[in-house]
């Protein structure tokens, strides 16, 4: 219910919101309805600035996802593959996220510190990320599981943490590095048991209680002869995105002169897209070659 309106404030309510906010630079005065005061009921969720802003999705329910879509354990590089295709999808449709980082059915994206999207809003953040990953899991399902059919609509929960500096952010980043060590290998004992050995999911967790992380290397090289260190760098270290340089060649039909006209042509063009790295992301050395991943601007 619109209190009172002059012609002109009129004019401009009947078309779009753009020319409500034309409206507004113009200085015209606004007309508020009665109703408008319970925009003050929405709280602030700014995120402290200057910080590192993280928002780190992970799948509803996915153990039951993964025995529903016969995913291959204890890694299902399809699954994987599909992960970081969402995670770039994100990475390209959403603005200043620095680096990302997955393994599982989890993937953490980095805001730059200076980052001023939605105005640093924590609801828009994750939000934004959580419905563009979701979505583009069900868009780009087929892409990785052809004989696979999408048997329900997979969903993520999102969460936003903020760092206050780059020895927090980078901790933060070990942290689920390590979680993915420590996961995989016991994954890795496990399935092989059970798999290889025929033990039950119970009895092959049963054998696995309370051992360290020595003890597992030395079930899956002296039983299974795998040398752990050898299983490929992917399931081991997750996948870290960061945007990098890369050469796009494309052919195109050259248009002039006459004489060259329907010849094809290769065009080769730069451009910035975020690349998967399966890498140490817990040493220094990664930080050291990316130096302007932390970068005081980023
Ligand atoms: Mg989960």
Known sequence: MWVSCNVKVRDCLASTSVTLKRCLKLGVTMAKSKFEYVRDFETDDTCLPHCWVVVRLDGRNFHRFSEK??????????????????????MEELEDIVIAYGQSDEYSFVFKRKSNWFKRRASKFMTHVASQF?????????????????????????RVVVYPNNQTLKDYLSWRQADCHINNLYNTVFWALVQQSGL????????????LAADKNEILYSEFNINYN???????????????????????????????????????RTRTKPVPLHCDIIGDAFWKEHSEILDEDS
């Open 69 to 90: 879509h016969n995913f291959a354990k204890p890694n299902d590089i399809r699954a994987l593959h599909l992960m970081t295709k969402c995670a770039q999808t994100v």
């Open 134 to 158: 979701a979505s583009s899991y069900v868009f780009y399902w087929r892409d990785y599981f052809e004989d696979q059919p999408l048997l329900y609509p997979p969903g993520f929960d999102g």
């Open 200 to 211: 039950t999911p119970a009895q092959a967790q049963g054998r696995l209680q309370g051992t």
């Open 230 to 268: 050898n299983e490929p760098l992917l399931y081991r270290k997750g996948t870290v995105l960061i945007w990098q340089k890369v050469d796009e060649v494309t052919t195109k039909e050259v248009k002039l002169p006459a004489e060259m006209e329907g010849k094809k042509m290769a065009v080769t």
